[in-house]
């Protein structure tokens, strides 16, 4: 099983910025795609941003293009949001997610992702 484990959430004012962290172990297989989900009060886990296993292919939601940026290390464990420019519409709990199968478009369901994380707050303030 894969464990994945966010970090870096918290209470920032309109305009500023936070760098999630998203810390995967216990891995045995190639994870394809990581991506990040945002979760708003009522409203429905909406995609954000993915990066493929080799780093080749990056996407960004319209929504967050421009301000958020998603990354990896080399060693392929740890995966990051940087958001800049945060808005207080921008106020979720983030979580990251893991897809082990290839999949040959971008995958933007959470039905597409096989493991996620626990999610942490992130709060924008006007």
């Known amino acids: 099983q894969v464990q994945l484990v966010e970090s870096g959430g918290g209470l920032v004012q309109a305009g500023g910025s936070l760098r999630l962290s998203c810390a995967a172990s216990?891995?045995?297989?190639?994870?394809?795609?990581m991506g990040w989900f945002r979760q708003a009060p009522g409203k429905e886990r909406e995609f954000v941003a993915a990066?493929?296993?080799?780093?080749?292919?990056?996407f960004h939601a319209d929504s967050v293009k421009g301000r958020f940026t998603i990354s990896m290390n080399n060693a392929k464990t740890t995966v990051y949001l940087q958001m800049n420019s945060l808005k207080p519409e921008d106020t979720a709990v983030y979580y990251c997610?893991?897809?082990?199968?290839?999949?040959?478009?971008?995958?933007?369901?959470?039905?597409?992702?096989?493991?996620w994380g626990q999610g942490t707050q992130v709060t924008v303030s006007s």
């Open positions: 997610a893991a897809r082990e199968s290839f999949i040959a478009t971008t995958p933007r369901g959470p039905k597409d992702y096989d493991y």
């Open positions: 216990g891995r045995t297989f190639i994870s394809y795609v």
């Open positions: 990066i493929n296993w080799s780093g080749s292919s990056i």
